[in-house]
C-alpha cells in the first residue's frame, strides 16, 4: 500500500514567519512530487512540482526533496493570514497514473 | 493555461434520480481525468481515471455501476451518479492531465451534490 503521510495540524503561525509543511512517503520509486493547496469548501489548486532532489523556490514558496529520505517538505516565507489553508501533498505513483494524496496539514497564518 | 471548468458547481436531487456532472479542459487536452469525491473535513478520495477512449479504472470499493464515467473526447468527461441517495451527498471534483504536464493534475472547481 502505497502512503503520503502529513501531521494533519493544525499548524499555527505567527504573520511574517515561515511555515513550514512536511510530508512523508512510502514508494521509493516515486519520481515526481506534488504541493496542493485547499481553501475551506474549495478544490485544490496547484502550487508547485517538484522532480529532483534539492530546492526549488517559486516566490514565497520553497520545495525541497529528499529522496534518500522519502520526504518532501514546503517552506512558505513570510507567511500571510490567506494562506491559511489545508496544504495537500501529492506523490506520483509512476506507471499506475495516479497521484497518492496525503490528508493534509492545516496551516492558520494568525496576524 | 491549464483550466479545468465544471458543471454544475452545486446540485440538489431528490433521491432515486440520477445527476451528471461534466469536467471539461479548456486549454489543453486531457488524456486523463481523474475523478475525487470529498466528505467535509476529510481527505481526497479517488473514484476512478479516465483516459479517452477507453472504460474507466475504478478504485477498490466504487460502485462502477453507480457512477457512470464517460470519457468520450480529449477535453470532456462526465461522472453521472445514478439513483443518488443521501449517503451519495458530497464534494464531487474532477482533475485533468495532459501529454505535456507531467504526472500534474488540475482540478476543477468542484460540484456539491445534495441528494435529499
Known amino acids: 500500500q502505497k502512503e503520503v503521510e502529513q501531521n494533519s495540524g493544525p499548524l499555527s503561525v505567527p504573520e511574517g514567519a515561515i511555515a513550514s509543511l512536511n510530508c512523508t512517503y512510502s514508494d521509493r520509486g516515486s519520481q515526481s512530487f506534488f504541493w496542493y493547496r485547499q481553501y475551506s469548501g474549495k478544490s485544490p489548486e496547484l502550487i508547485m512540482f517538484?522532480?529532483?532532489?534539492g530546492d526549488k523556490e517559486d516566490g514565497r514558496f520553497t520545495a525541497q526533496l529528499n529522496k534518500a529520505s522519502q520526504y518532501v517538505s514546503l517552506l512558505i516565507r513570510d507567511s500571510q493570514p490567506s494562506d491559511s489553508a489545508t496544504y495537500l501533498c501529492a506523490v506520483g505513483s509512476g506507471g499506475y497514473n495516479k497521484l497518492i494524496f496525503g490528508a493534509g496539514t492545516r496551516l492558520a497564518v494568525h496576524p | 493555461g491549464a483550466v479545468v471548468s465544471q458543471h454544475p458547481s452545486r446540485v440538489i436531487c431528490k433521491s432515486g434520480t440520477s445527476v451528471k456532472i461534466e469536467c471539461r479542459s479548456l486549454d489543453f487536452q486531457a488524456t486523463t481525468m481523474f475523478w475525487y469525491r470529498q466528505f467535509p473535513k476529510q481527505s481526497l478520495m479517488l473514484m476512478a481515471t479516465?483516459?479517452?477512449?477507453?472504460?474507466?479504472?475504478?478504485e477498490q470499493g466504487v460502485e462502477k455501476d453507480k457512477f457512470l464515467i464517460n470519457h468520450a473526447s480529449l477535453t470532456l468527461s462526465t461522472l453521472t451518479v445514478t439513483s443518488a441517495h443521501p449517503e451519495d451527498s458530497s464534494f464531487y471534483i474532477c482533475?485533468?492531465?495532459?501529454?505535456?504536464?507531467?504526472?500534474?493534475?488540475?482540478f476543477g472547481p468542484g460540484t456539491r451534490l445534495l441528494v435529499l
Open positions: 482533475s485533468a492531465r495532459g501529454e505535456s504536464v507531467q504526472e500534474t493534475q488540475y
Open positions: 517538484i522532480y529532483s532532489n
Open positions: 479516465s483516459n479517452e477512449g477507453s472504460k474507466a479504472t475504478y
